[in-house]
């Protein structure tokens, strides 16, 4: 009944094209955006900026980043954190090495300087496919990793190889609390998440697809492959670059390369798995399961082991979190190959049709 | 009539108030950021095994600091510096009222929490690792590297490598092996300032992550024969490295390893190999110091001992824990004396506590800890309150302290971490501090 699109007439091609075609959607977007921008930071207390907010809009970003490549253009890649240190790094150096540079420029940089480095490093994709790429981007996570902690103009001298970001001002303002950085992010996170939902639906995106799913057919089409799969590593650098550095600015204040390890590279991966392989909200439900359930289920256990009186020591509810976790992820993957997103389709249908379904 | 009822009322609910204010009061909490699972688990278990039992034994034994009993809860970071700034932010909260320092033991973590603790006012103590060069408390108020740090660890082997020169490195050769990360790397430029000073030849050679192959790297050792090689491991590559010293031939008991490489987890590994090998250390191993042997008795004895697996109890990383939990609640006391005794302290007075402490030998005597740490005197400028290590040498067994305290040299190390502060403080806009007038 909520969600019947009856009487919904579309007159113009504009109409017919737009973003969200169904008024609920958009009605829903709306007000989502309303909550997060403007309820939100109202509400939420320093813990669920800093902790829970901030690094799920991050890693959304980065998961975005990811799934442009993997999941549009079918390019597999382990190379994500790598790409974000480049960003991190990167926007650092502008900082410190031009006078006076806006932040939100040096941001701009980084990810043209993470994406400058995903072509160099996607220049494989022309050649291989599959594993086999994965296995050359991997090259690129431990080269760049190495490259940072090597030569230490990149950290400007630092004896540990570690940076500090420096401070966040735009137009004089400073972006210091918590809920500063949350908005800041948010904006960076929304519009990018847009500019990516448009960009998928574009000839650009329909170019990435016909690739992903037989790049020779794509290319008796008249798709030119190279320059495909290029801009699709550059765009997906482009995002991770400015996650890193957010995640650098907004989350942790100072990184260090070992930090961008193979590990994270592959959270972000997981992220896409589970939330949903070719789709923009899966990227957001990805980060969602893979950052909030361990948090959430590490407040819960403890709680409910003393509801139920059981002795647990801090080590076993850890490990019991991972075991949980596992499990969880093995169960949601068997349920539903295709992602969280699939999920959220799949209820869409039903709620169209509910509560008459033929 | 009415008037007395109310009275009465009055005072009943005043005195309720008092007490409830008062108990509220007499619990000094700990956040404890710790890590039990994930790769360095082990590790974890012994130092915050140790941490939690000590503070259980000033509990049991003394009910508490000054009467004030201490609280603690734990979170699992699993070494990862996203799970520690979660946890932080979790705890923070309840931290505001009171707090103990808290002790990431991890370099990661502590980066990251460098400039929030700071903001909020929690103290932060990095016993042996994180950012050095907090040592200059003028620009970093709340964070505290006490003991000692990589540099000053460096300065202080090589000292002890010239008292076994008889005096003079000059002409010497030696290598210095590290891991190829923040922490392999911190020490380098103290190292080439001694060099100068002490005209040997310094080569670098460094170790890829994880490190359980070194062939290459020893080879080189081998063609460029050192006198000495300074070891800067960590996890699997330490016994790589021992390993791979007994097959090309190069004296264990001419190489000394840093504080992370000289646990029983290295050695014993290494099997024969590491006989003879030596390491740097700022706290002993071992159940001969009384407060370790006292923590058995009263804290095991009672049941409420930490650790599942009790052949841990005395170990060095155990000890370590035990040494960090004493500097904590030593710095409490200090507080206490300022701001008053039987209170718990906040965030802010600890931190007053750590910049004051003065732990004497006879202190630590007191509370049965001889040599167990080296004294500390911390101040404004000096974080760091010690910079003294002990060698340490494996007899196939165990772990056999070799030499007294030794003090890495100061005037050299204690300047670089002056500049590289001030040029934090002005990355990142902070205002020094005029430790003159913190006195």
């Known amino acids: 009944m909520l969600y019947r699109e009856a009487g919904q007439f579309k007159t113009s091609y504009a ?18 955006l ?39 253009a079918g390019q597999l890649s382990l190379g994500s954190a790598a790409f974000m240190a480049v960003g991190a790094y990167a926007a650092y150096n ?29 220049l494989p994709s022309l050649w291989i496919k599959g594993f086999y790429l994965a296995v050359a981007t991997l090259a690129a996570q431990f080269f760049i990793v190495w490259c940072l902690t090597k030569f230490p103009w990149f950290s400007n001298h630092s004896s540990s190889g570690v940076i500090s970001a420096q401070q966040l001002i735009i137009f004089g303002y400073e972006f210091a609390s918590p809920q500063e950085k949350y908005l800041l992010v948010l904006s960076i996170v929304v519009v990018m998440a847009l500019a990516a939902k448009n960009m998928v639906r574009s000839s650009t995106g329909r170019a990435w697809m016909a690739v992903r799913d037989m790049d020779v057919a794509a290319s008796v089409i008249g798709i030119r492959l190279m320059p495909t799969k290029l801009l699709a590593f550059a765009v997906s650098s482009f995002y991770c670059g400015v996650a890193g550095a957010l995640y650098a600015f907004c989350y942790l204040g100072s990184v260090e390369p070992d930090g961008f390890s193979l590990d994270m590279s592959f959270r972000i991966l997981f992220m896409i798995i589970i939330g949903g392989v070719g789709s923009i909200l899966g990227s957001f439900l990805g980060a969602a399961f893979i950052l909030l359930l361990p948090i959430f289920l590490d407040i819960a256990l403890p709680w409910a082991a003393g509801l139920l009186g059981l002795p647990f020591s801090n080590a076993t509810v850890s490990h019991i979190q991972v075991l949980i976790f ?3 992820i093995m169960f949601f993957l068997i349920v539903e190959p295709h992602g969280l997103a699939r999920l959220w389709q799949i209820t869409k249908e039903k709620l169209r049709l509910w509560p008459f379904p033929h | 009539m009415s008037k007395y009822r109310k009275s009465a009322l009055t005072a009943a609910v005043s005195i309720a108030l008092l007490s409830q204010g008062a108990f509220a009061a007499e619990e000094q909490f700990f956040p404890i950021v710790s890590y039990r699972i994930g790769p360095y688990g082990a590790n974890g278990q012994s130092f915050f095994g140790g941490f939690v039992d000590y503070l259980n034994y000033v509990n049991l034994k003394e009910n508490g600091i000054n009467g004030v009993k201490i609280t603690w809860e734990e979170c699992e970071t699993e070494y990862n510096n996203a799970k520690g700034i979660e946890c932080y932010e979790r705890m923070k909260d309840k931290a505001k009222l009171s707090t103990g320092p808290i002790h990431p033991m991890s370099t990661g973590i502590s980066y990251a929490l460098i400039d929030k603790t700071a ?47 008889k005096g003079s490195l000059e002409g010497k050769k030696i290598v210095f092996l590290y891991h190829d990360s923040a922490y392999g790397k911190e020490p380098i430029v ?22 359980n192959e070194q062939g290459a790297q020893w080879l080189k050792i081998r063609q460029e024969k050192p006198d000495y090689v300074i070891f800067w491991g960590w996890g699997v590559m330490n016994q790589t490295a021992i390993k ?30 590491a006989k003879g090998y030596m390491s740097a250390t700022w706290n002993v191993a071992g159940k ?8 058995e008795k009263v804290v095991y004895g009672a049941g409420k001992g930490n650790l599942g697996d009790t052949s841990k109890i005395g170990t060095i990383l155990y000890n370590r824990g035990v040494s960090a939990a004493v500097l904590s609640v030593e710095a409490i006391r200090k507080a206490q004396e300022k701001y008053g005794e039987g209170k718990a302290m906040s965030g802010e007075q600890v931190r007053w506590g750590l910049e004051n402490l003065n732990i004497t030998d006879a202190r630590l005597k007191e509370i049965g800890a001889t040599n167990l740490l080296p004294e500390i005197k911390t101040s404004c400028d000096n974080h760091e309150g010690s910079g003294k290590i002990k060698i340490q040498q494996w007899d196939g067994e165990k772990w056999v302290v070799v030499s007294d305290w030794i003090e890495g040299n100061k005037t050299l190390i204690h300047p670089l971490f002056k500049i590289s502060a001030q040029q934090y403080a002005k990355e990142k806009g902070i205002t020094p501090r005029d430790c003159a007038k913190e006195m």
């Open chain 1, 326 to 328: 596992g499990a969880l």
């Open chain 2, 244 to 273: 791979a010293a007994q097959k090309v031939g190069f004296p264990r008991d001419r190489m000394i390893g840093s504080w992370w490489a000289g646990s029983e987890e290295d050695t014993v590994p290494a099997g024969d190999a």
């Open chain 1, 94 to 122: 502008f900082q410190l090495r031009i006078d006076g540079i806006p932040i939100l420029v040096s941001f701009v940089c980084a990810g043209l300087t993470a994406a400058g480095v995903g072509i160099l490093f996607g």
């Open chain 2, 190 to 211: 103290a190292l080439q300032e001694e060099a100068k000073l002490n005209k040997f030849e310094l080569t670098l050679i460094p170790v890829a992550h994880p490190g």
């Open chain 2, 288 to 295: 001969d110091v009384p407060l370790i042997a006292d923590i």
């Open chain 2, 119 to 165: 903001a909020d006012k929690i103290p932060m103590a990095m016993v042996g690792y994180g950012r050095t060069d907090a040592v200059d408390g003028s620009v970093f108020p709340y964070a505290f590297p006490l003991v000692t740090t990589y540099q000053m660890q460096a300065s202080a082997i090589i000292r002890f490598i010239k008292e076994k020169e």
């Open chain 1, 15 to 32: 109409a017919d094209q737009q973003l969200f075609p169904i008024r609920q959607d958009r009605m829903g977007i709306l007000i989502l």
């Open chain 1, 34 to 72: 309303a909550v997060v921008f403007l309820v939100i930071p109202g509400v939420a207390s320093e813990y669920w900026f800093s902790a829970i907010l901030i690094p799920f809009l991050i890693f959304s970003l980065a998961a975005l980043g990811l799934n442009i490549l993997t999941g549009y």
